[in-house]
């Protein structure tokens, strides 16, 4: 009995999961490797959540001292709804909560780590909607701090900053308490009409200490606009002072991406950052990505505005090496870096929507060469979606796949429509060497729109596990209606630690550094 045999024969003898899933990817693995140290492919577990949903993405650290990675998401009910289960940390062993944290609305960030009370197990750091932002001791999940928002109603800068916090990065040590502190966005005013300017109030940018929660530094967007973008931290070495992107604007509203010094922030004081791109009409809500595109030795930035413009700019001159614009798209969706074509330079993978929000009518995956900037590949999967690829040189070829998810529907549904509907969630495998496109797993009935898988090596066996979200869906596509999550052991041996192996890379920090 031959290998592909051999395993189709096994995988029916499995219960309980999508076996088609196991059976391709332990071929896919297979078909060009040796396998003498294959194991079987497997569902370690899957995890069901009622009720909640999510638009956040998993991110893991050890949190009960098992050896075993564990995961944390952001999570919720419907908008502007407290919940119980505002955050949650999943036992990366089984799938059972390790605890889970109260919110007044949907966190809809992915969280930050930092053993701040030094026991040894990372603390979390996590922000959405309420505002909500919140520091949870990663061992009990019990409260550190959360940000009180009736604290600054008088202050002339931060009473705007009341509305989503964004995704937070650790900068370096800035009141000289020996920890990092954390650089955050808040912006963002969801009862603003799209293409309305009323009740549209400037983003705020700040550095907030991360051992008590103080704010240390902030200062509203120099064009006063609105923000949803999570900043980063560009730092080039020891010989550069820390700098700072972020960016204005939403999805009908112009905003530009912006570069400043973080010593000029912890002055409060953006006046003088450098614009390094502009959008009319639209604005930047997914946050760049930094990789060495010219090989300089400089990490360049690549942005993607909501109009599908992307521009590379150079880490030292900051003058644009290459943009590439998508015709008659709209882009909420961030990239996967990885070696995508045969050269040197890291390219580029996302996709973004056909149509005019809140109107999307379909996606379009889109490979970009990092060196030219030129569309390398174009293909056209799925309805609306603004979850974000990973990637890995999964069968060891020398070219890197990525994973995303897609959702099939009638992709001319109008997003607030609240009748019933049918859905297919897939996850995807793209292969770029032999033009090939893999359907890992696929759930009707659910749905995923906002959430990234992860992929790594979560019990350090040497192999490679991937996680992923599915929710329950059968009326409308932002409704949360009950979610599961669900861990696979791969048998695929790990070769190199993923570099993107979840949202925004494996550290989360948009650093691509290979």
């Known amino acids: 009995m031959n290998l592909k045999s051999y395993l189709n024969e096994e ?11 196991i059976y391709l990817i332990a071929w896919f693995a297979c078909a060009t490797l040796s396998c003498q140290e294959k194991k079987n492919s ?4 899957e995890a069901g959540f009622p009720v909640i949903g999510s638009q956040s993405s998993l991110r893991s650290a050890d949190l009960n001292e098992d050896g075993v990675l564990d995961f944390v998401i952001g999570a919720g009910k419907n908008e502007f709804e407290y919940s119980e289960y505002g955050i949650l940390a999943i036992n990366g062993k089984n799938g059972e909560l390790l605890w889970h944290a109260p919110t007044v609305d ?52 931060l009473k705007h900053a009341r ?27 969801a009862r603003a009409a799209p293409f309305e300017t009323e009740e549209r109030y400037p983003g705020i940018l700040m550095v907030i200490d991360a051992l008590s929660g103080e704010i240390l530094a902030a200062d509203s967007m120099p064009d006063g606009k609105e923000t949803y973008l999570s900043p980063l931290i560009l730092n080039q070495g020891k010989n550069h002072k820390p700098m700072v992107i972020f960016g204005t604007g939403g999805e009908t509203i112009s905003g530009s991406l912006y570069l400043a010094m973080l010593e000029d922030l912890m002055k409060n004081d953006l006046s003088n950052a450098r614009v390094l791109v502009t959008e009319k009409n639209h604005g930047f809500i997914s946050p760049p ?7 300089d030795g400089f990490l360049d930035i690549i942005a993607i505005s909501h109009a599908s413009t992307i521009t590379a700019l150079s880490g030292k001159s900051f003058d644009v090496l290459w943009q590439q614009q998508i015709p008659d798209t709209e882009s909420s969706n961030s990239f996967a870096v ?16 056909k149509g005019i ?39 060891k070829d020398g070219t890197d796949e990525v994973i995303f998810s897609i959702n099939e529907f009638d992709c001319n549904r109008a997003i607030d429509d609240r009748s019933a509907f049918t859905i297919e969630n897939k996850l995807v495998l793209m292969d770029f060497k032999s033009d090939e496109l893999h359907i890992l797993d696929q759930s009707k009935g659910f749905k995923n729109i906002f959430s990234t898988p992860w992929l790594g090596d979560i019990d350090r066996d040497g192999y490679l596990d991937l996680v992923h979200c599915q929710y329950f869906s059968h009326t409308d596509i932002l409704s949360f209606l009950g979610m599961k999550v669900k861990r696979i052991d791969l048998p ?17 920090d948009g650093v691509y550094a290979k």
């Open 289 to 295: 990505v930094l990789a060495d595109l010219d090989r």
């Open 357 to 395: 929000w809140p109107e999307n009518t379909g996606s379009i995956q889109v490979l970009i060469d990092g060196k030219t900037g030129d569309v390398v590949k174009k293909e056209a999967y799925g309805c609306t979606g603004f979850s974000s690829p990973i990637a890995y040189d999964l069968n």
């Open 42 to 45: 497997s569902l370690v577990w």
């Open 106 to 157: 949907q966190v809809y960030g992915s969280a930050t780590f930092h053993d701040v009370n030094q026991d040894g197990v990372p603390d979390i750091f996590i922000g959405g909607r309420g505002p909500h932002l919140k520091s949870i001791d990663g061992r009990s999940g019990s409260l550190i701090w959360e940000y009180d928002s009736s604290k600054y109603m008088n202050h002339p800068v």
């Open 338 to 353: 990885g070696q995508f074509t045969t050269d040197e330079v890291p390219d580029l993978f996302t996709f973004v929507s």
């Open 11 to 21: 995988m029916k003898k499995k219960k309980g999961f999508y076996w088609g899933f």
């Open 163 to 189: 509305f989503n916090f964004n995704n937070s990065v650790l900068v370096p040590d800035q009141n000289g308490n020996g920890m990092p502190e954390l650089l955050v966005s808040n912006g963002g005013n």
């Open 492 to 508: 695929i041996r790990m070769k190199d630690k993923p570099v993107w192996g979840a949202f925004m890379g494996s550290d989360g």
